[in-house]
């Protein structure tokens, strides 16, 4: 997991955002859909050979 914390201070207000990263391996998020009762995740790699990936699940709706 990884956090990235922006703060932005601007004339008469301060704002603070977060942002909370899981990170999975292909294997992983491959399973993660099947647990929560949709298809199958579809393991896209990156087309420029770079060490990234996506992952595409459908339920089955239209």
Do not use: Q, W
């Amino acid at each position: 997991m990884s956090l990235d914390k922006y703060e932005i201070s601007e004339a008469g207000r301060h704002r603070t955002f977060c942002n909370r990263v899981r990170h999975f391996t292909p294997d992983e998020l491959g399973a993660e859909p099947a647990e929560a009762g949709s298809g199958a995740a579809e393991i896209l790699g990156d087309l420029a050979g770079a060490p990234s990936f996506a992952a595409v699940a459908t339920t089955g709706r239209r």
